[in-house]
Nanobody, 114 residues
């Protein structure tokens, strides 16, 4: 059974940091590139960071230098370390394969506000 469970979101002030975690079922995770996506209110869901099976990473320009994606293949986990957060980072964050498959978790809400 395919399962994705995101956690770690919350309310943070501008300039703050958060670490998101994603537990992925083995059928999704093994030998797959994984990504973190986000959907802000009224906007489409976009890919913000991706990581290959061998930990080669890529980022959308708006988060480069501030976000770091990583994975633990032994635990089927993907992480997103976010720092220097801005109000425009406010969104629901999801993990999925990259490119994604049509199965999504519930996501985790990140709110950046003073």
């Amino acid at each position: 059974q395919v399962e994705l469970v995101e956690s770690g979101g919350g309310l943070v002030q501008p300039g703050g940091s958060l670490r998101l975690s994603c537990a992925a079922s083995g059928s999704i995770f093994s030998s797959s590139a994984m990504g973190w996506y986000r959907q802000a209110p009224g906007k489409p869901r976009i890919l913000v960071a991706a990581i290959t099976r061998d930990s080669i990473t890529s980022y959308v320009d708006s988060v480069k230098g501030r976000f770091t994606i990583s994975r633990d293949n032994a635990k089927n986990m993907v992480y997103l370390q976010m720092s220097s957060l801005k109000p425009e980072d406010t969104a629901v964050y999801y993990c999925n394969k990259a490119p994604f498959i049509p199965t999504w978790g519930k996501g985790t809400l990140v709110t950046v506000s003073s």
